[in-house]
Nanobody
Framework: QVQFVESGGGTVQAGGSLSLSCAAS????????MGWYRQAPGKQRELVAR????????NYADSVKGRFTISRDNAKNTAYLQMNSLKPEDTAVYYC??????????????WGQGTQVTVSS
C-alpha cells in the first residue's frame, strides 16, 4: 500500500501563488500516473491535474489550465502542484493520489489527509 502526505497549503490573497508537495511512500511511485484532486465544501472531489509516470504528459481541468502546473521527481517519490493566479474558487482541500491509469480520474490508493488552500478576495 502507498501512502501520500500533502503539504504546502495555506491562505493567500487572490492573485497569489502556492506550491504544493506530495510525498509518496513505497517503491511503485515511478510506475504510476499521478493526479492532484481538490474538494471544496459541499462539492465532490475533482481531478484538477494529472501527469504520466515519466512526466512527459500532463493534463489539466479547464478551470485551472494556464494557472496550475503539475510536475514530479521520481527520484524523490514526490509530486508537485504549482498554483499561480489563485482565485477564491480555488479554495478547497487538495489531495494527491496515483491514478489507476493516465486516462482515468479514478484513484489507485487510499487518500491522505490533504492540505487546505484558502484564497481570499
Amino acid at each position: 500500500q502507498v501512502q501520500f502526505v500533502e503539504s504546502g497549503g495555506g491562505t493567500v490573497q487572490a492573485g497569489g501563488s502556492l506550491s504544493l508537495s506530495c510525498a509518496a511512500s513505497g517503491s511503485t511511485f515511478s510506475g504510476n500516473a499521478m493526479g492532484w484532486y481538490r474538494q471544496a465544501p459541499g462539492k465532490q472531489r475533482e481531478l484538477v491535474a494529472r501527469i504520466s509516470n515519466g512526466g512527459g504528459n500532463t493534463n489539466y481541468a479547464d478551470s485551472v489550465k494556464g494557472r496550475f502546473t503539475i510536475s514530479r521527481d521520481n527520484a524523490k517519490n514526490t509530486a508537485y502542484l504549482q498554483m499561480n493566479s489563485l482565485k477564491p474558487e480555488d479554495t478547497a482541500v487538495y489531495y494527491c493520489n496515483a491514478l489507476l491509469h493516465y486516462y482515468t480520474t479514478a484513484p489507485r490508493y487510499a487518500w491522505g489527509q490533504g492540505t487546505q488552500v484558502t484564497v481570499s478576495s
